[in-house]
């Protein structure tokens, strides 16, 4: 595989676990614009653990998730208690005091950066990405996936059924930072640098926009709404000029078309009754 190709493959990869800790508080009704300050608490975690104290890349990485969780658990429960606009104001003030505070910490190198020296390469990038996919997707299959969605659908009748909303948040919150934590540590160790410049609020955005135009509804979507901000510009890519007026235009479209996300409960259904249907169709014919 050519450098470029792994290259786009790597960011691809990175938006989509970030993107999966945006989807799992959003699917129950959370908008977290401040994902960009876990996804820095987890890059500076690993690369101070590994740097400093020269612990195994395993151990500082799953650490890192733990120190983003704790953050987030903390958190969560004074911005759970905001609502609409609110909360979403109180997740961006917490991503900005994050980078206000990280870029005033010399020993991790403040406004100038720090660099990291444990690499990792695409094939544990690929790995830990499959890893976050399963989870998710069997998480949304248990009891606490099905009362996320009913908390998103109808938080008072959800309540009216014993489904503890607040305890349902505040822990799809703190898995959530647990994964941007991840994303990451993993960001941090495959660039061996990490700039607090990078982590701003336009990339919560940008992760929320993945989500939103995959489509929340389901795990499924994040993995489409990122291939789509991630692939599609590459793909315009000799349109040169033109290139963002073209992704501009699919954007629009796709909002026009599909405004509950490219996929959704509803589309997963219809293919999978066409299958059952396809199926006896198959086997009669033979």
Not at 22 to 29: D, K, M, S, T, Y
Not at 86 to 91: E, F, R
Not at 113 to 126: H, M, N, Q, S, W
Request: net charge neutral.
């Amino acid at each position: 595989m050519s450098g470029y190709l792994s290259g786009v493959l790597v960011a691809y990869l990175l938006n989509l676990i970030i993107a999966y800790a945006v989807f799992l508080p959003g699917a129950g009704g959370i908008l977290n614009l401040g994902v960009a300050g876990f996804v820095a608490i987890g890059a500076y975690a690993s690369a101070w653990l590994s740097n400093e104290m020269e612990w195994p890349l395993a151990v500082t990485i799953l650490l890192s998730m733990g120190v983003s969780a704790l953050i987030g658990l903390a958190i969560s429960f004074p911005i759970l208690r905001t609502r609409g606009v609110y909360m979403v104001l109180a997740t961006i003030a917490f991503g900005e005091v994050v980078v206000g505070l990280l870029i005033n910490v010399e020993a991790i190198g403040g406004a100038a950066g720090y660099p990291v020296f444990e690499f990792i390469d695409l094939p544990v990038i690929a790995l830990c990405t499959l890893a976050v996919v399963l989870f998710v997707v069997w998480l949304m299959s248990t009891r606490f996936g099905l009362a996320l969605r009913a908390i998103h659908d109808d938080e008072p009748v959800a309540a009216l059924f014993g489904v503890s909303v607040r305890g349902v948040r505040v822990a799809a919150f703190t898995i959530g930072a647990a994964i941007a934590g991840l994303g990451g540590a993993l960001y941090g160790h495959h660039y061996a640098y990490v700039d607090v410049i990078y982590f701003t609020t336009l990339v919560s955005i940008y992760t929320l926009l993945y989500v939103l135009i995959g489509g929340v509804q389901t795990p499924w979507g994040p993995i489409v709404g990122a291939a789509v901000f991630s692939l599609l510009p590459e793909l315009f890519r000799g349109a040169t000029e033109w290139r963002y007026v073209f992704f501009a235009a699919v954007i629009i479209l796709i909002m026009a078309v599909r405004p509950e996300g490219i996929i959704t409960r509803a589309l997963l259904l219809r293919l999978k009754r066409r299958g059952t249907i396809a199926a006896p169709t198959k086997e009669a014919a033979q």
